[in-house]
T-cell receptor, first 112, second 113 residues
Framework: QKEVEQDPGPLSVPEGAIVSLNCTYSNSAFQYFMWYRQYSRKGPELLMYTYSSGNKEDGRFTAQVDKSSKYISLFIRDSQPSDSATYLCAMSLPRSASKIIFGSGTRLSIRP | DVKVTQSSRYLVKRTGEKVFLECVQDMDHENMFWYRQDPGLGLRLIYFSYDVKMKEKGDIPEGYSVSREKKERFSLILESASTNQTSMYLC????????????FGPGTRLTVT
């Protein structure tokens, strides 16, 4: 079993829809949770991060961590065609924050 | 802004050739990483370095070596390229502060024929 599981998609939704992207993980010791966005032919870039449980909001994006279920989510409100990209979840342990475990990514397409 | 640059965007090499991929970061980061990214397999860590001349194997080091002679530069070496090393190679760096978030370069698409 992989440490981090992510549905690869592809996921296609109409512009303006709410998008929900999810990951599950197996190691309960993970403390830092991140979402990266990767546009075609580019490297991933950090979108958001949270420490331990709870929610974090940044504009149209909300990251949610449920440690009891070992489940993290990224919600995108009022989705735009420019949000079309691959989204990778990532997480790390407290004393090895420099070494991050990545999900395989979900390809998202927003239809105008 | 953190900048991580990679020496080539696209590279085509023949089986058996020695291949060098170069990565440079300008943020004085201690940690540097090499990943390969393949469809369905996501990002897999090849090697990482937490200091000059220090390195640690990642999940898939076989067939690769690395060199870090200067803090800002981290090189990935394919000693004898094989077709199964055709992939997207991504370099990343991170500092000691914060949650250790990694900053990525644009990637090198390597094709071995």
């Amino acid at each position: 079993q992989k440490e981090v599981e992510q549905d690869p998609g592809p996921l296609s939704v109409p512009e303006g829809a709410i998008v929900s992207l999810n990951c599950t993980y197996s190691n309960s010791a993970f403390q830092y949770f991140m979402w990266y966005r990767q546009y075609s032919r580019k490297g991933p870039e950090l979108l958001m991060y949270t420490y331990s449980s709870g929610n974090k909001e940044d504009g149209r994006f909300t990251a949610q961590v449920d440690k009891s279920s070992k489940y993290i989510s990224l919600f995108i409100r009022d989705s735009q065609p420019s949000d079309s990209a691959t989204y990778l979840c990532a997480m790390s342990l407290p004393r090895s924050a420099s070494k991050i475990i990545f999900g395989s990514g979900t390809r998202l397409s927003i239809r105008p | 802004d953190v900048k991580v640059t990679q020496s080539s965007r696209y590279l085509v090499k023949r089986t058996g050739e020695k291949v060098f991929l170069e990565c440079v970061q300008d943020m004085d980061h201690e940690n540097m990483f090499w990943y390969r990214q393949d469809p369905g397999l996501g990002l897999r860590l090849i090697y990482f370095s937490y200091d000059v001349k220090m390195k640690e194997k990642g999940d898939i080091p076989e067939g690769y070596s690395v060199s870090r002679e200067k803090k800002e530069r981290f090189s990935l070496i394919l000693e004898s390229a094989s077709t199964n090393q055709t992939s997207m190679y991504l370099c990343a760096s991170s500092g000691l502060a914060g949650v250790g978030e990694q900053y990525f370069g644009p990637g090198t698409r390597l094709t071995v024929t």
